[in-house]
T-cell receptor, first 111, second 113 residues
Framework: QKEVEQNSGPLSVPEGAIASLNCTYS??????FFWYRQYSGKSPELIMS????GDKEDGRFTAQLNKASQYVSLLIRDSQPSDSATYLC???????????FGTGTRLLVSP | KAGVTQTPRYLIKTRGQQVTLSCSPI?????VSWYQQTPGQGLQFLFE???????NKGNFPGRFSGRQFSNSRSEMNVSTLELGDSALYLC????????????FGSGTQLSVL
């Protein structure tokens, strides 16, 4: 079982819709959770962090965390074509690495 | 505030050669982590440095090494290059050893022929 799992996609949504990206993790000791956005040919960019159960909103983005279910999600409201990218879920590691990354979900927003 | 700077941006090498990649963290950041990114494996942790000391190392062979200087700049070296080393190498900085927010540089795209 991978430590951080994401559906690779692509997830296709029309412009203006809500995009829902999901992530599960295996280490119950993980305390901090991050979402990174990576455009093709670019490096990952931190867009959201969440540390406690519940929702955290920042503009069009909402991160949701459920530690009991070991589940993190990212909602993007009013999706725009410029949101088309790969979204990486990252979870703090309790072993030898600071952050463990999922392989990412590719999001495609069509005009 | 300048971001994380990685040089060079692109590298083409042949099997058996060695390569050195450079990373300058965000000013004030003292921890540097290195990751290898490939299409199939995603982001794989290489190592982390803080205060010129390697804190952690991922599951990579000894051909992969690194160091950090007193100004927090870091270098990684890959010796005896193999075709499978072709990847995007990403450097990320964070404020200190315990801060988990990573900020990535643009990466070095290494192609081994």
């Amino acid at each position: 079982q991978k430590e951080v799992e994401q559906n690779s996609g692509p997830l296709s949504v029309p412009e203006g819709a809500i995009a829902s990206l999901n992530c599960t993790y295996s280490d119950r000791g993980s305390q901090s959770f991050f979402w990174y956005r990576q455009y093709s040919g670019k490096s990952p960019e931190l867009i959201m962090s969440i540390y406690s159960n519940g929702d955290k909103e920042d503009g069009r983005f909402t991160a949701q965390l459920n530690k009991a279910s070991q589940y993190v999600s990212l909602l993007i409201r009013d999706s725009q074509p410029s949101d088309s990218a790969t979204y990486l879920c990252a979870v703090t590691g309790t072993g030898f690495q600071k952050l463990v990354f999922g392989t990412g979900t590719r999001l495609l927003v069509s005009p | 505030k300048a971001g994380v700077t990685q040089t060079p941006r692109y590298l083409i090498k042949t099997r058996g050669q060695q390569v050195t990649l450079s990373c300058s963290p965000i000013s004030g950041h003292r921890s540097v982590s290195w990751y290898q990114q490939t299409p199939g494996q995603g982001l794989q942790f290489l190592f982390e440095y803080f205060s010129e000391t390697q804190r952690n190392k991922g599951n990579f062979p000894g051909r992969f090494s690194g160091r950090q200087f007193s100004n927090s700049r870091s270098e990684m070296n890959v010796s005896t290059l193999e075709l499978g080393d072709s990847a995007l190498y990403l450097c990320a900085s964070s404020l200190d050893a315990t801060n988990e927010k990573l900020f990535f540089g643009s990466g070095t795209q290494l192609s081994v022929l």
